[in-house]
């Protein structure tokens, strides 16, 4: 029997969540909740059950599990703040793992874990909870990757990388080996890391340098 799920968002990496799940099997998907305003009573043929206000009656309802449409291309922090609010619901919170991913299965995992086609995870990788990691990215042995990090479509990651809990990976950037990218840190598109990255910093260009913190401009 197909586990009830409610999608949370109704954007575009929705549609890729959505997508994940059919391919998957296993998930009956039972409507979307969404705060954005609707011209339509519908999102992908699935119907629009309100906003995310009804989420603790899905669960009085025996609706147990959630998964997170709603991506972050710019900035995690919604997501993260999502996330919290269906953890403290009481949702399951699913991970959406495309079946064309080639995962080791020593690679350990948290919940709520968006993986997109294509995507190449190597043996021994730690990854936590609430992460994206976008169409073809690679993610090389024994790297750590923590909560509500996302990593772009075409990142390619080197082997024992730390990736601290809220940082963004954009577009085609590129890590080497042995690199800690700091906790909210933004990585810019096609940018090569050669050397750690800081705290809540920015980071441009090929080597990468700092280009100042994060919302300061």
């Known amino acids: 029997?197909?586990?009830?799920?409610?999608?949370?968002?109704?954007?575009?990496?929705?549609?890729?969540?959505?997508?994940?799940?059919?391919?998957m099997g296993g998930y009956e998907i039972i409507g979307i909740t969404t705060d954005k305003?609707?011209?339509?009573?519908?999102?992908?043929?699935?119907?629009?059950?309100?906003?995310?206000?009804?989420l603790s009656g899905l669960i009085k309802n025996g609706i147990k599990n959630a998964a997170i449409g709603i991506g972050g291309f710019?900035?995690?922090?919604?997501?993260?703040?999502?996330?919290?609010?269906?953890?403290?619901?009481?949702?399951?919170i699913v991970s959406a793992v495309h079946p064309s991913a080639v995962i080791s299965r020593t690679?350990?995992?948290?919940?709520?874990?968006?993986?997109?086609?294509?995507?190449?995870?190597?043996?021994?990788?730690?990854?936590?909870?609430n992460v994206i990691i976008a169409t073809g990215s690679t993610i090389?042995?024994?790297?750590?990757i923590k909560d509500n990090v996302l990593i772009?479509?075409?990142v390619n990651v080197g082997a024992s990388t730390v990736i601290e809990e809220g940082a963004l990976l954009a577009i085609g950037s590129k890590v080497v080996s042995g690199i800690n990218i700091g906790k909210d840190s933004l990585v810019a598109a096609g940018a090569v890391i050669v050397n750690d990255v800081k705290q809540?910093?920015?980071?441009?260009?090929?080597?990468?340098?700092?280009?100042?913190?994060?919302?300061k401009g």
């Open 140 to 144: 090389d042995h024994e790297t750590v």
């Open 74 to 92: 710019r900035d995690n922090s919604l997501r993260k703040k999502i996330y919290k609010k269906i953890e403290i619901a009481g949702f399951r």
């Open 107 to 129: 690679v350990s995992m948290g919940q709520g874990n968006i993986i997109f086609p294509g995507v190449i995870i190597n043996t021994d990788v730690r990854i936590g909870n």
């Open 152 to 154: 772009s479509a075409g």
């Open 37 to 54: 305003e609707c011209s339509s009573d519908s999102f992908c043929g699935y119907p629009i059950l309100g906003n995310d206000d009804i």
């Open 1 to 23: 029997m197909k586990e009830k799920t409610v999608i949370v968002g109704n954007g575009g990496h929705a549609k890729v969540v959505i997508d994940i799940l059919r391919e």
């Open 200 to 215: 809540n910093s920015r980071v441009f260009g090929i080597p990468a340098r700092h280009m100042g913190d994060r919302g």
